[in-house]
T-cell receptor, first 111, second 114 residues
Framework: GENVEQHPSTLSVQEGDSAVIKCTYSDSASNYFPWYKQELGKRPQLIIDIRSNVGEKKDQRIAVTLNKTAKHFSLHITETQPEDSAVYFC??????????FGKGTRLSVIA | GAGVSQSPSNKVTEKGKDVELRCDPI?????LYWYRQSLGQGLEFLIYFQGNSAPDKSGLPSDRFSAERTGGSVSTLTIQRTQQEDSAVYLC????????????FGSGTRLTVV
């Protein structure tokens, strides 16, 4: 089955700097890669996703890149703000399988 | 409803008791998932329902765990003879169907076994 590895487990950045979180997956059949943000005590919320027919997607300050050959995908957050502080989860799935999540990255943005 | 609704939001139970957790997905969403999140940990898949198909139970950790989905809508996750290691947040999610669409999660049920 699918296995998703996520790095780093914790990340601290200064406000205004960029943050990058990286994930690798094992199943070449996976074709959907969402990212979720979970604030303390809250539910995970979808912030951006990418499908395997696309290499990059941007939404304001966040972007995701996908390298299918290397089986890795990354989340990029630019101009970080204190409200970006949260735990971020990557995930992967194929057409008919449940999402398999990485173990999460705790991002702290220091004002 | 407008979102995925879970109840109760918190449950404290004694070791050895049975508990039932409820999930009401977004109306029209045919796919429903249960995940477990232990303190400070990631999301562990438990079970998946898709329409009228047989559920994917491959993530259930033991035979003390079971789930059903009645009428293709509301789902109940049952844990029998609870153990302390069952303490976690149980998250339910739904999406319109299979394929490349993200889940919408409920707020979860925080289960504490004492």
């Amino acid at each position: 089955g699918e296995n998703v590895e996520q790095h780093p487990s914790t990340l601290s950045v200064q406000e205004g700097d960029s943050a990058v979180i990286k994930c690798t997956y094992s199943d070449s059949a996976s074709n959907y890669f969402p990212w979720y943000k979970q604030e303390l005590g809250k539910r995970p919320q979808l912030i951006i996703d990418i499908r395997s027919n696309v290499g990059e997607k941007k939404d304001q300050r966040i972007a995701v890149t996908l390298n299918k050959t290397a089986k890795h995908f990354s989340l990029h957050i630019t101009e970080t703000q204190p409200e970006d502080s949260a735990v971020y989860f990557c995930a992967a799935s194929s057409q008919d399988t449940p999402l398999v999540f990485g173990k999460g990255t705790r991002l702290s943005v220091i004002a | 409803g407008a979102g995925v609704s879970q109840s109760p939001s918190n449950k404290v139970t004694e070791k050895g008791k049975d508990v039932e957790l409820r999930c009401d997905p977004i109306s029209g969403h045919t796919a429903l998932y249960w995940y477990r999140q232990s303190l400070g940990q990631g999301l562990e898949f438990l079970i998946y329902f898709q329409g009228n198909s047989a559920p994917d139970k491959s993530g259930l950790p033991s035979d003390r765990f079971s789930a059903e989905r009645t009428g293709g809508s509301v789902s109940t996750l049952t844990i029998q003879r609870t153990q302390q290691e069952d303490s976690a947040v149980y998250l339910c999610a739904s999406r319109p169907g299979t394929g490349t669409v993200g889940y919408t999660f409920g707020s979860g049920t925080r289960l504490t076994v004492v």
